[in-house]
């Protein structure tokens, strides 16, 4: 009895500090003391979200990053909601973080336990020279550079103190000592923020997560003497201070922005999107280089995500230490059922972020056991009818009423079709930077443009963003002073192109100075094309998803032969074939290739019936490019035209793509850039894609390297995908102008490297 009075003084403590209510109290305190009284290993967390900063321009995307932790731990990783701490906005104080740290994790983790600590918030970096001289706990510097510290800002992170401005941070320094305070390897942090100061806001159509300002005054002398009471602390037992992962690199900035309809950070996103349909044995370093690559997608490579730091942790460690039996991917989860109306709420965080955006009448089965086989059966499907973000409102789809009483909150829920409208479109954002009347010409250019939309920088979702090719301050600040008063003193000449969202410029878009606005968007018309034919293909990624047994390996074949990078169906009916790539998986996340190697594609059909397949893409020189099966011979028909006949995979074979002893040798080659290929395969021929690329000027081996006619081509491979489902489409009913994919029929791999 005296331990519990004890421990729920100590809850106490915290709780109240964090302003939580007495019968939360309560409560919190009872399930915590039930949980420490267990003697198996426990899953705690702490998590961390502020956007309602006092100072400065508040973040929007911090506090879904929290939730998005939340629904992953519990509902994928086994946590037990009790043993999840969130603290966000106003919670969130620098004594708050500390003392919740402390009583939540340090006093209650055993040896064994596994911890998660995630941070999403705004980062800045201070002059320790300025201050005082400390131990730096954290990243070796350079000899000769400037002894500075990173800090997590909590909610009041910049107090006065007799009209003084005071630094009331969470150092890098006091974050280490508090890892190290874990009597734990099993720790894994998640800091999305970044330090480096931009001075930015925006970068491109992404807020920054760096303070945009210069950190002034000095160091609270509480985060000092904290400092100092930890390393008196005896539970400072090791250096470990676990995996930490970070958004950025150094020197870069981290981003969050509007998905659908909701603000995230696009790392938290991508690293707990991948979660939900990540297998038991994925090693962190592999899930970061698919994290990587879909942040890739979605901000362009001003943004790459890394292990920061990984002291005394094995280098295989799995994706938060945790592996549950058995484990089984999901792409969402039921949050409410109402029976009444056969109706059910779904939190969908394990789609692909675009995909998201268009799911009306798509199908999800409801996951209940495993059978002998290892094979998830499930007794109900759900229809999509409306959705808000990530979250979605389904229709129950079943006459029996015994059926509908068996789906619970909590059930995990599985893709089964994916209904996608044929009216999608491409979102340009008009960067920031351009003055009002290039903004006002730009966006009628574009609404000439058939499945072509505008929105301002930074106010909405976009594909890509429009803005200068370079500009100077005084350009910005004369545009600036022309669009308030009305000033008609001709600008610069100044040439525009098409960038990322995260503002990195793609290539060969920029035109000649001097150049009208409205001329640029007409001549960027092609390009746009291939930048929506892109987006259709990325919506048909289903690697998570899809039941067809197949497996692709990309590989080095020269100079040395090496594995890079491996894609499977993972809810497939047959056991995966297994690929040993953890030892050349990259820690700062995508794959890296020298220009000149040679690759090829290793594909194996592990299932019970023949595939078809073709590769697409965009190389990193902005082109797309095609490769058919390079066993594909052109024929000639009647009239004298070229046609194609694609190679079948048959079950249980594996082919080299292109083969070892064909005269093509795949070589990289062009200048260095990220390169984003999607290798897509069917249960039928891709008839209409073929005869789409009739037209084009295709090698004897198959090989397209500037393809004429992406977005025909893209939509082709839609309606071919859209034939192979079959008896599906008739059960669904679509609409005429929607396109219904079957999982059973489709797969859709993406492979994103970068060429260096």
């Not at 640029?520 to 892109?534: E, Q, S, W």
């Not at 020269?558 to 050349?584: C, D, F, G, H, K």
């Not at 081509?713 to 309606?719: C, D, E, S």
Request: proline letters at 5%.
């Amino acid at each position: 009895m005296m331990k519990r009075r004890t421990f729920l003084q100590k809850s106490g403590i915290v709780l109240a500090a964090l302003g939580l209510s007495q019968a939360g109290l309560s409560l919190l305190s009872d399930r915590y003391y039930q949980a420490l009284a267990q003697s198996s290993p426990r899953k705690l967390a702490l998590l961390i979200g502020i956007n309602q900063y006092s100072f400065g321009t508040p973040l929007t995307g911090c506090v879904t990053d929290v939730e998005l932790q939340r629904e992953l731990l519990i509902h994928r990783f086994g946590f037990h909601p009790s043993d999840i701490l969130t603290i966000t906005d106003q919670q969130a104080t620098r004594q708050n973080i500390e003392t919740a740290f402390l009583e939540h994790l340090t006093k209650q983790v055993k040896p064994g336990d596994v911890v998660v600590f995630h941070f999403s918030g705004y980062g800045s970096r201070f002059a320790k020279a300025a201050v005082q001289e400390s131990e730096n706990l954290g990243e070796q510097k350079n000899q000769g550079e400037s002894p500075v510290t990173n800090l997590l800002l909590p909610v009041d992170g910049m107090i006065q103190i007799k009209n003084q401005p005071v630094v009331n941070a969470l150092t890098e320094d006091t974050l280490w000592l508090l890892l190290r305070s874990l009597s734990t390897d099993l720790l894994t942090s998640v800091l999305d923020t970044s330090y480096t100061d931009g001075g930015i806001i925006l970068q491109g159509n992404l807020r920054v997560r760096s303070r945009p300002s210069i950190i002034t005054g000095e160091v609270t002398q509480q985060e000092f003497a904290f400092q100092d009471q930890l390393k008196q602390n005896s539970q400072i037992i090791s250096p470990n201070t676990g995996i930490v992962l970070v958004a950025a690199k150094p020197e870069q900035v981290a981003t969050e922005g509007q998905i659908d309809g909701f603000n995230s950070g696009f790392f938290t996103y991508a690293l707990t999107q991948h979660l939900w349909q990540a297998t038991p044995a994925s090693t962190v370093q592999i899930s970061l280089n698919r994290v990587a690559g879909t942040v890739e997608q979605l901000v362009g490579n001003k943004q790459e995500p890394q292990i920061y730091r990984q002291t005394n942790s094995k280098q295989n460690s799995l994706n938060y230490h945790v592996l549950s039996q058995p484990m089984v991917s999901a792409d969402g989860v039921v949050t409410a059922v109402d029976e009444n109306s056969k109706t059910a709420q779904l939190w969908l965080a394990g789609l692909p972020a675009k995909v998201l955006q268009y799911n009306i009448n798509s199908l999800f089965n409801a996951v209940t056991e495993l059978n002998s086989s290892n094979q998830v059966t499930p007794p109900l499907q759900l229809a999509i009818r409306s959705h808000e973000g990530l979250k979605a409102k389904a229709r129950i789809n079943s006459i029996n009423p015994n059926e509908i009483n068996k789906l619970q909150v909590g059930q995990l829920v599985q893709e089964a079709v994916r209904v996608l409208p044929h009216n999608i479109n491409l979102t340009v954002a008009l960067d920031s930077c351009l003055a009002r009347i290039e903004r006002v010409d730009a966006t009628s250019a574009v609404s000439g443009i058939p499945h072509v939309t505008s929105v301002v920088a930074g106010e909405q979702s976009a594909d890509c963003l429009l803005g200068r090719v370079s500009t100077t301050e005084s350009v910005l600040a004369r545009a600036e002073s022309e669009s308030v008063s009305g000033l008609s003193t001709p600008l610069p000449k100044i040439s525009y192109g098409l960038f990322s969202p995260g503002l990195e410029p793609i290539p060969n878009t920029s035109g000649e100075a001097g150049e009208a606005v409205k001329t640029a968007v007409n001549r960027l018309v092609p390009k746009l094309h291939t930048l929506l034919a892109a987006k259709l293909l990325r919506l048909t990624a289903n690697e998570g998803s899809s039941r067809l047994g197949v497996q692709a390996i990309l590989e080095t074949i020269a100079p040395n032969e090496q594995v890079l990078m491996q894609r499977s169906t993972v809810r497939a009916s047959w056991p995966t074939p297994t690929v040993s790539i953890s030892s050349t998986a990259s820690k700062e996340g995508i794959t890296k290739l020298p220009i000149n190697s040679s690759i090829q594609y290793k594909i194996h059909n592990y299932g019970d019936a023949p595939i078809y397949f073709i590769l697409l893409g965009i190389d990193a020189n902005g082109g797309a490019i095609a490769l058919l099966p390079a066993r594909s011979k052109p024929n000639l028909n009647e009239q004298g035209s070229n046609t194609f006949a694609t190679e079948v995979i048959n079950p249980g074979e594996t082919i080299n793509f292109p083969p070892t002893d064909s005269p093509f040798k795949w070589v990289v080659q062009g200048s260095a850039g990220v390169v984003e290929i999607q290798l897509i395969f069917s249960r039928a021929p891709f008839s209409q894609t073929l005869e789409t690329l009739e037209s084009a000027k295709i090698s004897d081996f198959g090989r397209l390297t500037n393809l004429p006619n992406p977005l025909e081509v893209a939509k082709a491979i839609l309606n071919d995908l859209h034939q192979a489902s079959g008896s599906m489409i008739d059960a669904i009913a679509p609409s005429p102008d929607t396109w219904v994919l079957d999982v059973n029929n489709w797969a859709t791999f993406s492979f994103i490297y970068q060429i260096v």
